[in-house]
T-cell receptor, first 115, second 115 residues
Framework: AQSVTQLDSQVPVFEEAPVELRCNYS??????LFWYVQYPNQGLQLLLK??????LVKGINGFEAEFNKSQTSFHLRKPSVHISDTAEYFC?????????????FGKGTMLLVSP | GAVVSQHPSWVICKSGTSVKIECRSL??????MFWYRQFPKQSLMLMAT?????????EQGVEKDKFLINHASLTLSTLTVTSAHPEDSSFYIC???????????FGQGTRLTVV
């Protein structure tokens, strides 16, 4: 079984400030890791994913995340946020050998960007 | 990129009636689709896995007679909420895996309100 912990339910930040959204996971097998963004009343949009290779992954909208196997973390970062980044962010994992059939989501972190 | 279209985006129905939600993969074939439910300010919970040409697989605690899933073609899966009650009000999202399961695309979601 696998689980995902997003410790911060809400992260308020001022525009143009840097931000880090934390994600820790637990799994008995190797995993794929994902970050999704959800705008109000919309589906999920993939920001970035880690499948293998370089542990620093760059995604859309200026976001990046770093996979740290020893700390079982996959924190999401952006050096300078915009008002338009205000949304819910979900970290997710899936077991490497079963793809999306075992996709598990964290509870989400609401990023609130104010001017 | 691949697109998954979900319809309707919102629906209000009377208690006791049934509601059908459609999930279509627009430019790829999806032998498998997933249905999630999301309560306010909570994460996505997998309800069931829809398999083309065979019965759906339901997660523990999900009533298969209440949430009927049909996957009649390689591009369409439907979720029917039967005899809906106010507690069924939620945000329902479908997704379809792609590229051997290393990616998944999500529909826009359906906001169901039962009055």
């Amino acid at each position: 079984a696998q689980s995902v912990t997003q410790l911060d339910s809400q992260v308020p930040v001022f525009e143009e400030a840097p931000v880090e959204l934390r994600c820790n996971y637990s799994s008995s097998v190797s995993v794929y890791l994902f970050w999704y963004v959800q705008y109000p009343n919309q589906g999920l949009q993939l920001l970035l994913k880690y499948l293998s290779g370089s542990t620093l992954v760059k995604g859309i909208n200026g976001f990046e995340a770093e996979f740290n196997k020893s700390q079982t973390s996959f924190h999401l970062r952006k050096p300078s946020v915009h008002i338009s980044d205000t949304a819910e962010y979900f970290c997710a994992v899936s077991e490497m050998n079963s793809g999306y059939s075992t996709l598990t989501f964290g509870k989400g972190t609401m990023l609130l960007v104010s001017p | 990129g691949a697109v998954v279209s979900q319809h309707p985006s919102w629906v209000i129905c009377k208690s006791g009636t049934s509601v059908k939600i459609e999930c279509r993969s627009l430019d790829f074939q999806a032998t498998t689709m997933f249905w999630y439910r999301q309560f306010p300010k909570q994460s996505l919970m997998l309800m069931a896995t829809s398999n083309e040409g065979s019965k759906a697989t339901y997660e523990q605690g999900v009533e298969k007679d209440k949430f009927l899933i049909n996957h009649a073609s390689l591009t369409l899966s439907t979720l029917t909420v039967t005899s809906a009650h106010p507690e069924d009000s939620s945000f329902y999202i479908c997704s379809a895996p792609w590229r051997g399961g290393t990616e998944a695309f999500f529909g826009q979601g359906t906001r169901l309100t039962v009055v």
